[in-house]
């Protein structure tokens, strides 16, 4: 049930009135506690890229997705972007990297996944067979040739070209004859055209053109390109760079032609444009200087096109564009500057076209974009300055489309070159020009200069709205503009000015005081301690009591507007201690006791990571200058407080910046680099001496077990950790050396069974874990923490599992976009929610009767505030806080239980991300199952029943349905109707339904159970289809074994009578049976194929 925000008078505040709450409704309810900051921002939004028919961007650095309407605007993950590059889409999912990391996206928040570390991507890719082809940094390999399907295991180096700690820099990728061209260097042959299969043994040098070692592969103008089944590329073989072509083969790797004989210069070729059976560019010969060249991809074929500046003078053609049969340049001769010129592939037809600016000066004319029958481009003449052109391919059609300026400059002097500026939208030219009035801003032109005219004034005035990152997706334009009142945020346009418009205002809505603090919270008698931006202060020190007026700045720590950015909370010795950014170098580790007056800074340590108390101290990672990132203690003093021990010698990091801190039988057990084995399995007393790698579970430098997700159980400590050998798997360790083991294989070899972040969990007796077996299956786990006592727990219903947590001693977790619940068998795993709801879920919180969690309800409902006491009925949606498409994404951290209620930080349209208090609700009541019809009324064993009625469970496997006290399989299920299939051994009788919360039906009719005599198999699955099912003509039987020539089918009534038969041939693996004669009913199908029988249930319509 949702429950309006209720705000009092004061603008700045929300009051809690739990007392009001309670007594209007009994159901559970979130209300804002305080809106403490109120500030806003812009998005900045960038890499906009299409896929499913929705365009993906970033903004606000984070991934967002629009259908093209505000409503359906919303951001995809929550995941912080940085340093990202842009959108790639591989296999219908969308690759970027962001902070060194690899990320992938099916465009859902649990589809947001990351892929790996140390991987950069630049613009310089591409796609092939569903393959990422890049250049990567890898901190191992520098600059090499990589490869990704999206997946950790199919993201890899392919070949480290250039060994050791040099670079090959791969680049200007290009696909032929089913594989990867680029250039690359060696250090042994220059830079050369290589070629890949994705493979190490496949990547190799195509050929060593430049035998010197010298080689230089010029591809910076127009890379490779295919031409009459052939690649084309510009290369130098130690006597200038010239064009060249290849079949694939080294010796298939010729010349085209030495256009240039002058020595080493080279004829420089750039700019290729092919033109029917020709292509045409830019050389440079010793004679005749820089022309036009045309080829036919022979040595003979290849020549000048024409001298258009006599003699040695360059005539220095560019910009050429195809246009109703001909080719449209710019190029300059002896008696007019830069013109436009138009050629047939002749030279008799290689003429000026007009002379747009008399004289020597010439138009320039550039940026040519081809709509309909009109060919629209940018020049300048001495009167009207940069404007707008057209031409229809005639001189008389050539002409100054409108003067939008007035002025010498131009309307396009100071947009030209600036960025991309003019596109095809519709069949009408947008561009970006400046009337002198507006400003540079939106322009439209149906090629007339009536239809020539300002398409919006996005920032009214002279002030421009600074369009860019513009793409074209579907006739619509997306770009990023600034209106002057929203900031810089989604537009979009079709072309039309009512079309031109803020697609959403993505920060519309305050930031909010937990924008980026939102893991800054703990409880601490009996008060939630946090770190909140108000606006005025800065980040700094807040305490709440779960009420309004309990809500206020505990401590302004770091004077003014400035921060102290307080986190890293921990409870010690009964007082709070914390790390803050102080005034006058009190940086570093503070306390206090719950008093303004005995809130003190304690030390100068730079702390970059969690707290883990361990008996009477402290621990965790800081930095000095001397020492890097390493592990250190505290007692809570300042003399107390010192480094425990530099694992890595110098100024490199020991510690990783990922949790990796555990209590453990009074020692503290750690993950760290030494610089010799690489991030292993440490345990500390505190002391120097007793600080000690614990086991080089993958031993070696470039080996690191890389230990996570440290869990507590039966008196050992339990963690995922990878080896050479069994890849990443579930160990223990009893804090010896000997006692650190591997618990099981699951994956067996050096496949990962256990890559995953979610923490095991505890229950009966067993540790929960998610894990991959042999067949690449992700599935559920238990152990007992033997390696005969681990199990995979049978996962008939669900697969995939992730968020394990344990409450009221059953385990729940979600699986393909589902909740479930389980006592550790397969008949005690229930489904709570439909799989017919889409739903991705979050952290869960156990929480007296219930579990709180995080959930979405697909493009509807954003990540919202959800709760569950282990029954159906009883999972529901709390509150849209915030309401519509958008997400609150509402978290918990620790303990933050107060008086009954919950703290959460959450997020809303009017105070961005704030301080919510949780006040729990009773539950419904459970609704009773009632059966109104069920047909067909007989049948036997393998028979669909569709049974209609109401409250029944929308999950499958929450109703239990019998015939006769046989249960029956459910096959689908909604509210008002189930379909089941009649299991064998089945007797006439009543048909009972019982829903799982506990409630039952039965019918006062006997389900008939009827025999088939004529048939003796059983009702049996097997891999065949048979679709459409239903059918109103013919049906399509699929994945047929191929080395058959024929099949045989026999049609029954569901009462046993033979109503058809047949024989259909098999082509390929497929045959078709024409059941086109029956009257429409439910019948028996029996197939038989070699000495396979099927039996399928088929509906005519």
Do not use: C
């Not at 890898?138 to 040739?145: D, G, I, Y």
């Not at 702390?607 to 108390?613: R, W």
């Not at 961005?912 to 208090?917: A, I, K, S």
């Not at 379909?979 to 064998?984: H, M, R």
Request: no cysteine; glycine share 10%.
């Amino acid at each position: 049930m949702k429950k309006a925000i209720q705000q009092i008078s004061s603008p700045f505040l929300i009051a809690i009135i739990l007392s009001y709450l309670t007594s209007i409704s009994s159901f559970s309810q979130v209300t804002l506690l305080r809106d403490i900051y109120t500030g806003t921002e812009n998005s900045n939004p960038s890499s906009f890229i299409e896929m499913n028919n929705k365009i993906y961007f970033i903004a606000n650095s984070r991934l967002w997705e629009t259908d093209r309407t505000s409503n359906g605007t919303r951001r995809v993950s929550e995941l912080y972007l940085r340093s990202t590059s842009e959108l790639i889409k591989v296999n219908n999912r969308l690759l970027f990297t962001s902070n060194n990391q690899l990320w992938v996206t099916d465009g859902t928040s649990d589809g947001t996944q990351k892929v790996k570390d140390g991987v950069t991507i630049s613009n310089n890719y591409i796609v092939v067979n569903d393959q990422l082809y890049f250049a990567n940094n890898f901190e191992t390999s520098n600059t090499e040739l990589w490869i990704s399907d999206g997946t950790e295991a199919g993201t890899q180096l392919v070949k480290d070209i250039n060994p050791g700690n040099v670079s090959s820099y791969p680049g200007y990728f290009q696909v032929y004859k089913n594989q990867v061209f680029f250039s690359a260097d060696d250090g042994t042959h220059g830079r050369e055209v290589w070629m890949t299969d994705g493979t190490k043994a496949g990547t190799k040098l195509l050929k060593n053109i430049d035998p010197s070692g010298s080689g230089i592969i010029s591809l910076g103008h127009n890379g490779f390109f295919e031409f009459k089944g052939k690649l084309y590329f510009e290369a130098s073989n130690g006597t200038g760079t010239e064009v060249w072509m290849t079949d694939g083969t080294e010796a298939g790797t010729t010349m085209l032609k030495d256009i240039n004989l002058s020595g080493t210069q080279g004829s420089n070729p750039r700019f290729f444009t092919l033109f029917g059976d020709h292509f045409i560019f830019q050389a440079q010969s010793d004679t005749q200087g820089i022309e036009a060249w045309i080829s036919d991809g022979t040595e003979a074929g290849t020549k000048i096109l024409k001298d258009i500046y006599t003699g040695i003078n360059n005539g220095s053609p560019d910009g050429f564009t195809v246009f109703q049969g001909k080719i449209y340049f710019r190029a300059t001769d002896n008696n007019h500057g830069s013109e436009l010129w138009v050629t047939d592939g002749t030279e008799a037809g290689t003429q000026i076209l007009k002379d747009l600016n008399n004289g020597t000066e010439g138009s320039a004319p550039n940026n040519f974009v081809l709509i309909n029958s009109q060919l629209f481009f940018v020049a300048s003449d001495v009167t009207n300055g940069t404007e707008l052109w057209i031409t229809d391919g005639t001189e008389a059609g050539t002409k100054l489309l409108k003067n939008i300026n007035g002025s010498s400059t131009g309307s396009l002097g100071n947009v030209v070159f600036s960025y991309d500026f003019m596109w095809n939208v519709g069949g009408r030219l947008v561009f970006v020009a400046d009337d002198g009035s507006n400003g540079k801003e939106l322009w439209v032109s149906d090629g007339t200069e009536a239809g020539t005219q300002l398409l919006k004034d996005i920032r009214p005035g002279q002030q421009e709205s600074a369009i860019q990152n513009v793409k074209v997706f579907n006739n619509q334009l997306f770009f990023q503009a600034n209106d002057g009142t929203h900031g810089s945020e989604v537009w979009l346009s079709n072309g039309t000015q009512t079309g031109t418009k803020l697609l959403k205002d993505i920060t519309s809505r305050p930031i909010g005081s937990f924008s980026k603090t939102s893991h800054r919270l703990i409880k601490y008698n009996n008060k939630i301690y946090f770190a909140a931006n108000d606006d005025l202060k800065g980040q700094e020190l807040w305490v709440t009591d779960g009420t309004d007026v309990g809500t206020q700045l505990f401590k302004d720590i770091n004077p003014g507007s400035s921060s102290s950015a307080p986190q890293y909370f921990t409870v010690f010795k009964n007082k709070l201690y914390f790390y803050a950014n102080g005034p006058s170098n009190q940086t570093g580790l503070w306390e206090t006791d719950g008093t303004q007056a005995n809130t003190r800074f304690i030390t100068t340590v730079y702390i970059s990571g969690s707290i883990v108390v361990v008996g009477n101290r402290m621990f965790f990672r800081a930095f000095d200058d001397t020492h890097g990132n390493e592990l250190w203690t505290s007692d809570g003093t300042s003399a107390g407080t010192r480094l425990v021990k530099d694992t890595q010698p110098g100024t490199l990091d020991g510690l990783p910046p990922f949790k990796s801190l555990a209590s453990f039988k009074g020692q503290l057990v750690f993950v760290a680099n030494d610089g010799t084995h690489g991030h292993e399995l440490w345990i500390s007393d505190g002391t120097e001496a007793g600080t000690t790698l614990l086991k080089d579970i993958n031993p070696g430098s470039a080996g690191s077990a890389i230990p996570s997700g440290f869990t507590l159980f039966n008196g050992q400590l339990f963690f995922f950790a990878t080896s050479a050998t069994e890849g990443s798997e579930l160990w223990t360790t009893d804090g010896t050396t000997t006692g650190t083991r591997i618990v099981k294989d699951v994956n067996p070899g050096s496949a990962d069974g256990t890559k995953s972040f979610e923490r095991p969990a505890i229950l009966n007796g067993y540790l929960y874990f998610v894990a991959t077996n042999s067949n690449g299956q992700k599935g559920l786990w238990k152990t007992d923490g033997t390696s005969s006592g681990t199990t995979e727990l049978t996962a008939s219903i669900f697969s995939s599992p992730d968020y394990l947590n344990v409450f009221n001693n059953q385990l729940f977790f979600t699986s393909r976009r589902s909740l479930y619940k389980t006592d550790g068998t397969e008949a005690g795993t229930q489904q709570l929610t439909s799989g017919n709801t889409p739903l991705s879920f979050g952290g869960f919180f156990a929480f007296n009767d219930r579990i709180l969690f995080m959930s979405n309800q697909g493009d509807s409902i954003g990540f919202e505030l959800w709760e569950t006491n282990g029954t159906e009925t009883g999972t529901r949606m709390i509150q849209d806080i915030n309401t519509g498409p958008e997400s609150s994404f509402p978290h918990f951290f620790g303990d933050w239980a107060i008086d009954n209620k919950i703290m959460l930080v959450a997020n809303n349209n009017q105070f961005g991300r704030e301080l919510h208090v949780y006040n729990k609700g009773s539950f419904p009541a459970i609704p009773t199952p009632k059966i109104t019809d069920f047909s067909p009324k007989s049948g036997f064993a393998g028979t669909e029943v569709i049974i209609t009625g109401e409250n029944f469970s929308a999950v499958k496997s929450s109703n239990l349905v019998k015939f006769n006290g046989t249960t029956a399989e459910v096959l689908n299920a909604s509210n008002a109707s189930l379909t089941v299939k009649i299991a064998e051994g089945t007797s006439t009788g009543k048909i009972t339904i019982d829903i799982a919360d506990g409630t039952s039906y039965a019918t006062s009719e006997d389900f008939i159970i009827s025999q088939v005599t004529s048939l003796t198999d059983d009702l049996n699955e097997s891999s065949i289809s048979v679709f459409p099912n239903p059918t109103t003509n013919i049906l399509q039987v699929t994945h047929l074994n191929p080395n058959h020539q024929s099949l045989i089918y026999q049609v029954y009534t569901l009462h046993g009578r033979l109503v058809h038969k047949g024989k259909s041939r098999i082509k390929g693996t497929q045959a078709l049976i024409d059941v086109k004669q029956l009257p429409t009913g439910s019948y028996l199908l029996l197939i038989e194929v070699g000495k396979e029988n099927i039996q399928k249930i088929i509906v005519k319509k």
